[in-house]
């Protein structure tokens, strides 16, 4: 490894491993000019030191940093899956509820993406005779009439699931009423107007009222 400043060693190096043998004038030259330098290689080693602790705090920041944004809880509610592939989200109208009333023990998850007009595409999960969280597989033609659909993917392919007909595994995290909180995971297929069907993998919905 080079030594750290080597420049000024090794043009100085003779001086300073030789001062003694020197004549008394150019001894003098010597320690002149160890005296001039001395100050800027303590200066230099300094200002090296302050550097490295400073990106050392730094990228120790950085770290910090980056844990604290991986450990924020979620605070606000949100519906998202991957169509096909393809990352969807709703950005408007999320809503869950557990038990509400007029209902079978129902659990609904929706939530729509898009203008609110006729391109607008809500997405909703009811299941119904849901006691509590747990694991719920059901079809179209299940007997508690529990239903997923999505709609106005395109104005060609307007419904997907509900009548047409759908399969949903859903993993119910967290259900209570009073305030309501829903928390789930979910993944199916959904059968489209046209004919086609729609993947739905790595579904997640969050929502406290």
């Known amino acids: 490894m080079t030594p750290l400043f080597s420049p000024f060693t090794r043009h100085f190096s003779p001086f300073l491993r030789n001062r003694a043998a020197l004549p008394q004038d150019a001894r003098k030259i010597a320690e002149k000019y160890c005296t001039m330098y ?41 519906l998202s899956m991957k169509i096909n592939g393809v990352q969807w989200q709703a950005d408007h109208s999320i809503f ?7 209902y079978n023990r129902v659990v609904i998850i929706s939530g729509s993406k898009g203008p609110k007009d006729k391109k607008e595409q809500p997405f909703n999960i009811n299941i119904y005779n849901a006691a509590g969280p747990g ?12 239903v997923a659909q999505l709609a ?10 509900s009548m047409l007909g759908f399969t949903m595994k859903v993993n119910l995290t967290k259900a209570s009423t009073a305030p309501d909180v829903v928390e789930a995971t979910f993944e ?13 993998t790595e579904g997640r919905f969050y929502y406290h009222e």
């Open 38 to 78: 001395r100050p800027l290689l303590s200066s230099a080693i300094s200002c090296l030191l302050l550097l490295a602790c400073g990106n050392q705090s730094g990228q120790s920041g950085s770290v910090a940093n980056a844990a604290t944004e991986a450990d924020k809880p979620v605070t606000e509610n949100f």
């Open 96 to 102: 869950g509820a557990f038990h509400p009333k007029g």
């Open 135 to 146: 694991i719920f597989q059901f079809q179209d033609g299940n007997p508690d009439l529990s």
């Open 152 to 161: 106005n993917m395109s104005p060609e392919n307007y419904l997907y699931g």
């Open 188 to 200: 199916g297929e959904l059968k489209g107007n046209a004919g086609d069907v729609l993947k739905i």
